[in-house]
């Protein structure tokens, strides 16, 4: 049984911060969203993504900010993880910074 693929339209990260291939989705995130001084929470596996940059804001010190990445093996699944984090929101500084995105190992 082949994989559904989705009919919606995401972004796709092929580029990331340094000249490696990376092996797995997880190294990719970390390294593709990765800003100096702000951490990559990089959770689960599978070539697309929630990816939450609302901790991003300068208003506090770089090492309480992060951004959160969670993957899943299929878009759908990636946009109702979002659709989850949009109606809660991501924490107390929530500013509703939330993208579903797809990753590529191969440029």
Known sequence: MGRRHSLIAVKTYRQHNCA????TFATFAKCAFQQKGIPVQAIG???YATVSTCNRTYSIPSYRRTT???M???AEEAERAKAIID???CGGLCRRQH???RLSLTT
């Open 20 to 23: 490696r291939q990376h092996r």
């Open 45 to 47: 596996e599978g070539e």
């Open 68 to 70: 959160s990445v969670h």
């Open 72 to 74: 899943f093996a299929t």
């Open 87 to 89: 109606s809660s929101g």
């Open 99 to 101: 993208e579903v995105v």
